[in-house]
């Protein structure tokens, strides 16, 4: 059983900060791409930013200069520093991840979002 734990959402007034972070647990071999994706009401979830293992990163032109994805491989975890945050920003965010279990299979796994309300 693999998990994936987010925390760091809240509410910040725009100009403001936050760091959401994802902890996967569980019956882990590796993992591979680790992302952080959005979805605000009526509209389709989107990529925000990406890394892979070796550490190779990509950004939504809308984040790109204000947030920074980064993980820690030994700690199976992954960060998103938001910085200049927008009310547009204003999303559930939720953590996603390409793990290798135990037995060798490859699965998709998210998380259950946390909340980012920007206020202007």
């Known amino acids: 059983q693999v998990q994936l734990v987010e925390s760091g959402g809240g509410l910040v007034q725009a100009g403001g900060s936050l760091r959401l972070s994802c902890a996967a647990s569980?019956?882990?071999?590796?993992?591979?791409?680790m992302g952080w994706y959005r979805q605000s009401p009526g509209k389709q979830r989107e990529l925000v930013a990406a890394?892979?293992?070796?550490?190779?990163?990509m950004y939504a032109d809308s984040v790109k200069s204000r947030f920074t994805i980064s993980r820690d491989n030994a700690k199976n975890t992954v960060y998103l520093q938001m910085n200049s945050l927008k009310p547009e920003d204003t999303a559930v965010y939720y953590c996603?991840?390409?793990?290798?279990?135990?037995?060798?299979?490859?699965?998709?796994?998210w998380g259950q979002g946390t909340q980012v309300t920007v206020s202007s």
């Open positions: 996603n991840a390409q793990i290798i279990n135990a037995l060798g299979y490859t699965n998709d796994y």
């Open positions: 569980g019956s882990i071999r590796s993992i591979n791409r």
């Open positions: 890394i892979t293992r070796g550490g190779s990163t």
